[in-house]
């Protein structure tokens, strides 16, 4: 029997990868997957998470709690994003250790890596230049948390893992009108022209920035994929101290294109125009994915397809009209 916990069961990703982990043990798996809300257990609390990570004693921890944001709140709440992200690893990643646990992973971003870095995005980029400001608080807390796995490997012999997505998208998403990212904005967007006969969506900028976007599912399986692979494989193809993996789909589409995609799957038959006067952001962030696909994975849910899912479990969750 393997002792599994969760952390962060209820966001996006800890919520994919959870499905897939009860679907393993329906098929027969020997699993106990532990999990714990926010008013259960504290990640923040040094003492709550000691307490919980010796009396239950799990075999592995997946890391997939943390305080995320869009541009907005992170201008708005630097403090918050780095204290609360740095404080969930170094309690989860230092208790894990103290309650004996080998075997971790844990889940970062795409952020890490610098604002000006050759595309696409090679891990050993890392920490070769300045942070985007706008994030760099939650960037620092996130390269923070590979150190220490990195660190306790290096000192305590263990096999704690770092995997860093791409933008992520898929069920569970946030379609906030105001602080969700791209891919669901467009959704509801171009869902809510398309039910109202809106007759012109206007994206901001100039539409020629490309983005590179992975179905949460395939972040899941990616995820469990690194975490299962053999030490010896694994740390064939990393360094001790780069041995982070980038997730990734491998390929980008313009805004353009991309609202073009979203716009025929919602339906919407209306004018799509450009507001070059609003800013582009960065031209393109593509993760060079060929570290993991060396190992054997490789991203299988097209653009089209997941944001198809996406789209009806958007207009199931939110109660809106087919």
Known sequence: MTKIYIAGHRGMVGGAILRRLEARRAAGEDLTLLTRTHAEL??????????FMQAENPDVVILAAAKVGGIHANNTYPADFIYENLMIECNVIH????????????LGSSCIYPKAVPQPMKEDALLTGTLEP??????????????LCESYNRQHGVD?????????????DNFHPENSHVLPALIRRFHEAAQNGTEEVVIWGTGTPKREFLHVDDMAEASLFVLDLPRDIYEANTEPMLSH?????????????????????????????????????TMRKLMDVSRLSR???????????GIAETYAWFKQAEGLRM
């Open 245 to 281: 993996i980038n997730v990734g789909s491998g390929t980008d589409v313009s805004i353009l294109e991309l609202a073009q995609l979203v716009a025929k799957i919602t339906g919407y038959s209306g004018k799509i125009s450009t507001d070059p006067t609003k800013p582009d952001g």
């Open 134 to 147: 706008t994030n760099e608080p939650y960037a620092i807390a996130k390269i923070a948390g590979i150190k």
């Open 95 to 106: 208790q894990a250790f103290a309650a004996g646990v080998k075997k971790l992973l844990q």
């Open 160 to 172: 704690y893992r770092s995997v860093m997505p791409t933008n992520l998208y898929g069920p569970g």
């Open 42 to 51: 504290d990640l923040t609390s040094q003492p709550a998470v000691r307490d």
């Open 295 to 305: 190992m054997g994975w490789t991203a299988s849910i097209s653009l089209e397809a």
